[in-house]
């Protein structure tokens, strides 16, 4: 029943080559002469030579006088010599040209006045050409300055300015029009302050494919939008290839829908080289030529766009400026989680990354192809090859980063429970040590001990009770991390309650109402401690969950309840006060419960936790946590004894 | 005798303290509104939260159809279901709202359209919330979704555009006032394809310093020059600290001259907080504050001037973006040679890097702080701490690097006899793979083949003439490598001769002429084999070195020594027909001899080596190689057998 609508999918690597291979992409950029005064980032055309020698004479290199060196021999502390003012020896600043029979130079300290003022007195011989810089010494008029494709740096600028070379031919900065297409797009400005009705998209791609392309080097101007029609999109396209552009990219419309027609307007206009790829982001790219043109259809979901450009964009801008496409720094990390992958396509899994102890864990973001913030987030890509169906939990494998290694080694890896003020003490900790990053990832409290205990996280926020005592995590830490001693410092108090809509119309007030009929609730994941509140209080109440519409729709997040709700998908969800306040939702509080943060004995020293601590202990951060109401901030930073353990 | 003009000279690292300690950078800078759109490397000024959520509807992730997953249940191969259309089956593209009542959507590819009409056919049940993006599954309204102080890349921009954030606080650019100063400076514009006089230097720092600061972030403004007046800096400086700029920068008379105002003028307008540092180049440095702004007197040599940007200037910049100054990247490397340092002040020596074998090797730089070639052409930065007097051969010491590592890995490291062919060789070499750099080190012919030897380059160029045999190269390799496996590569035969002023005026003919009366030489550094050459023709010819004048006066390239007879240091030079050539001097051929490259047997199947090879095979290169007169390059690539060695 399954059918492909794309005629011939090629792997990434294939369709790269077949791209890359299609073009002289020097030849395509072409040559033009700047003043070299404004050639900073530019690339040489060819080599470079100096047109005059630096310095351009025999130049003193110290503030001093100009003597002949043979006028100077003998001198001595025991014989000091007096040399004639004006005539033997002559003042010269840094940089004067020195004076006709002059060949050294004697620095203005190691020289005495006597008071007659006639004459110098010197101590000391100077030896043929002592502080001077000689003609050509640091050019020489002819020599090759800089190869060819080199990129102009200040120092480059100065150098050939000096040697002479005022104007300078270099390759030409790659031109890319980019046409968004799209009837459902509307533009920004237009969408300023009004939430997007729906059914309307706010037309946000043309400034990442710009962004992208300009931090490659290129020029990118955007068209008008245009909207899903043939013609319309047709038009656009030859204008843009007869335009001085260098490159064409399509956003959106390069898909097999009824109303893709990137693929037909190349194929009527040039030639289509490749349609579609074996990538997941990123399948419906097409590759084509107009007229000797690069023109392309990128993908309409942001993270498949970003495949498009990676692999195909972006190393055509560089062989355009003469540099080789760059590869990216990789690293050797170990996944957290199973990272399952289709066969049959290149999977790109946006991962955190961050050292723990011997590893660099990555643990893996939002896979979906929409889900811009798993860029946003992410410090690295891992690649799995088309030919595999994943790479297992635990297993190193190769990550390419998109941050720089050392950030990597910084970064503060926190995986458990959700908490909204994990974010303010994320921005805070940054506040403190700018150079520590936090990554953090939310898989609930269960899930967060378990980490720890495999060493998969620095640490992790905890809030489950403990149904026998009724304190919170110090009964899960025994029976899930005996082995490993660990810390748990309290980071608030907070008001767990049922989120519900603005005015509550449903006039829900505790867990016995969201089995009523017509009460349809929003649920959390498994393992995490507020589905273990709530299954605990259902328990006791004896409430079946069967009978709770919605019990199996979970979220991952207290936001995400709340939206879940703020959206009519569900009438109540069990969650934080802030939660409900941030989207203005109503609240009815249920109790207090103790959110915790369990650290690893082993980390207490760790720079970073000791930031983190530190934090925890600022007005600041207590107050922007107190802001957010819902939490009481009294006993933060407080650490509670554990029991012994082995 | 000696006397310290600055008052209270500082070690850089304390320097740096004092500087980076005396303002609060960001709070300097101050914040600005902008549009998110053009937001793209700016750093924001707080955190950032989400205005909508995103998606802000639940919407379809494919093209398809939009049916409630309970409507599908039991369908399968044998029990196809149709469901009706526009009822129960609604047709949505990807990015559509779901209708009402709808929470599944069926791909399109795996729908079947009974020709009715009426229908669609599916043979599979959806499961709820199949191909959905559901309300915030990307971005919830209210969370937070950047740090303060973080960079924007352009997913950034997208996101923050999604989560209807479209005006954004950001640090402002810190804007950087440069002032260049100094009578003795002739505008570029007005140097232009004129070789400036002897007393007029052209004015090319500003060009660096705001190439520099912008490579920094910063916008970079420069004023008109100001020349050595008190009053007139005076009021160059107020009039800076009085406009918006955050931090001025005075371009030369930092130093101790009778002309050098800079530091008269800030201790009058404000406070001086450092007077000269311990820093070789770099020592005068002055750091300042007027009216609460950074105002710095920056050295006049481009050397000097880069330490003072790179240690204090840049590192403040960063503060003022709100990021911790960036460590440079750091490498072991060997010196080739032993780095003498002055005690009491660090050192920043220029070095060539390339790996070769085991080590990455650091060939020093011209020292001079007026040698800007020493910044272009350098790889990295060896700093000898001020308490030490150097750093021995051979002993590895840290150099911080100014490229890539991966790119001192593909250096091709020779070392070894000069000529102008090389330069064209390295600029082939790079567009044969433009990811191998070429170092290249000057030393003459026998000191490359000791580096041979201790494995301090890849090869060497070499013309040692064999006394004995009339042959090159191999006697000395026989003598000076018996234990290095070699292979003897022909780069030209070239020809040797006089380098004489035009129309040769003391009508030089042969070495005999060298020892006339009146006739002034240039003369090669020994252990290069053109001074070789010279010295067995004055053995041959029975002529006293000592009867001869200027033959102490040694330059290391042939161009070294066309300069000098060209600006009349001398009449005659020994040196190769294309030096004389370039500068249009006049040229005595006596005898061509053999240019060879010595390469260790090794390295032959290295892959630098093998693309030097294909480039000496291509005709491109030789007829460059021509076009340089003066050579024949019909052996060119021929290997030369030599003899048994062990």
């Not at 369709?15 to 005064?37: K, M, N, S």
């Not at 310095?55 to 021999?73: F, I, L, N, Q, W």
């Not at 509140?533 to 709340?562: F, K, Q, W």
């Amino acid at each position: 029943m399954k059918r492909n609508v794309y005629l011939n999918m090629k792997p990434v690597a294939q369709a790269r080559e077949i791209f890359l291979q299609a073009f002289d992409w020097v030849a395509l950029a072409g040559t033009e002469q700047v003043p070299t005064a404004d050639s900073l980032g530019r690339f040489t055309a060819g080599p470079v030579f100096a047109d005059f020698s630096s310095p351009a004479y025999h130049c003193a290199a110290m503030d001093g006088y100009a003597v002949k060196a043979s006028d100077t021999y003998g001198a001595s502390d025991e014989r000091p010599r007096l040399l004639g003012l004006g005539d033997q020896a002559r003042p010269v600043n840094t940089g004067n040209p020195l004076p006709p029979g002059a060949d050294a130079v004697i620095m203005v300290e190691q020289v005495h006045l006597p008071p007659e003022g006639q004459a110098i007195e010197i101590r000391q011989a100077a030896f043929p050409w002592q502080h001077v810089r000689k003609v050509g010494e640091d050019i020489v008029s002819q020599e090759m300055l800089l190869p060819h494709h080199h990129v102009m740096r200040p120092a480059d600028v100065a150098a050939l300015m000096q040697a002479g070379v005022f104007r300078l031919e270099v390759l030409q900065r790659p031109r890319v029009t980019v046409i968004p297409t799209g009837s459902e797009l509307i533009d920004w400005r237009d969408a300023e302050n009004t939430q997007p009705r729906p059914g309307s998209i706010i037309e946000t791609n043309s400034l990442f494919i710009s962004g992208m392309v300009s931090q490659a080097g290129a020029q990118a101007s955007v068209t008008e939008r245009r909207p899903d029609e043939y013609e319309l999109i047709k038009d656009a396209v030859t204008q843009a290839v007869e335009s001085d552009a260098h490159m064409v990219i399509l956003n959106a419309g390069a898909s097999a829908g009824t109303k893709d027609y990137t693929v037909h307007v190349i194929k009527k206009l040039g030639e289509v080289l490749v349609h579609g790829i074996q990538a997941m982001p990123g399948k419906p790219t097409i590759l084509g030529r107009v007229r000797g043109k690069p023109v392309i259809g990128s993908p309409g979901y942001p993270v498949s766009a970003w495949v498009c450009l990676e692999q195909f964009v972006i190393p055509a801008l560089s062989l355009m400026q003469g540099q080789a496409p760059s590869e990216p720094e990789t690293v050797q990390a170990v996944p957290a989680r199973p990272l399952a992958s289709r066969l049959g396509q290149e999977e790109f899994i946006r991962v955190h990354l961050g050292r723990v102890g011997p590893n660099i864990v990555a643990t893996p973001l939002k896979r979906g192809a929409g889900a811009i913030t798993s860029l946003t987030r992410a410090d690295g890509v891992i690649r799995i090859p088309a030919n595999s169906d994943g790479a297992p939990q635990g297993e190193p494998v190769i990550a390419e980063l998109l941050k720089p290694a050392e950030a990597v080694e910084r970064t503060l890896v926190i995986v458990g429970s959700h908490d909204v003020t994990l974010d303010i003490l994320a921005d805070h900790i940054k506040a403190m040590d700018s150079r520590i990053g936090v990554s953090s990832s939310h898989v609930g409290s269960l899930a967060g001990l378990m980490a720890i205990r495999e060493g998969r996280c620095h640490l992790g926020g905890t809030h489950l009770l403990d149904e026998d005592t009724g304190d919170y995590n110090i009964g899960y830490i025994k029976k899930y991390l005996p082995g490993t001693p660990v810390r748990l410092v309290t980071l608030a108090l907070r008001s767990q309650g049922l989120i519900v809509k603005p005015g509550n119309p449903k006039g829900i007030r505790d867990f016995g109402d969201l089995a009523r009929d017509g009460v349809v609730m929003v649920n959390r994941q498994g393992g995490s401690g507020t589905r273990v509140l709530l299954d605990y209080h259902l328990r006791r109440l004896g409430i079946d969950p069967a009978g709770i519409a919605g019990y199996d729709n979970e979220e991952y997040t207290h936001m995400g309840v709340a939206v879940h709700v703020l959206s009519g998908g569900a009438d109540v969800g069990l969650g934080v006060m802030s939660a409900a306040r941030a989207l203005n939702l109503d609240f009815v509080p249920l109790m207090e419960e103790r959110y915790d943060l369990c650290i690893p004995e082993a980390l207490m020293d760790d720079h970073r936790i000791r930031v983190l601590l530190a934090v925890l202990a600022t007005d600041r951060f207590k107050q922007a946590v107190e802001a957010l109401g819902g939490y009481d901030v009294a006993p933060m930073g407080r650490i509670h004894a554990l029991p012994e353990m082995d």
